[in-house]
């Protein structure tokens, strides 16, 4: 999936190793992802950006908020 994965937060009594993997485990996908970006130096939007990580290309932009309700 990609760092939008970090949405889906484990519930706070989920134990160290849960939240050890979701703070600090990462995959390093080479192809399509889903991202999370923060527009830092505009509007400080969190944004999931669907690309690939190969050709750099963009397929689609969405803000997080509404990913994250969505689901
Ligand atoms: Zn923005």
Same mark, same amino acid.
């Given at each position: 999936?990609?760092?939008?994965?970090?949405?889906?937060?484990?519930?706070?009594?989920?134990?160290?190793?849960?939240?050890?993997?979701?703070?600090?485990?990462?995959?390093?996908?080479?192809?399509?992802?889903?991202?999370?970006?923060?527009?830092?130096?505009?509007?400080?939007?969190?944004?999931?950006?669907?690309?690939? $990580?190969?050709?750099? $290309?963009?397929?689609?932009?969405?803000?997080?908020?509404?990913?994250?309700?969505?689901?």
């Amino acid at each position: 999936m990609g760092h939008a994965s970090m949405l889906n937060r484990p519930e706070q009594d989920a134990g160290k190793d849960v939240w050890n993997a979701y703070l600090h485990e990462r995959a390093n996908i080479a192809g399509d992802v889903e991202d999370l970006w923060c527009h830092d130096m505009g509007c400080a939007a969190w944004i999931v950006v669907r690309r690939n $990580t190969i050709s750099h $290309t963009i397929y689609e932009a969405k803000l997080a908020n509404e990913v994250r309700d969505a689901d």
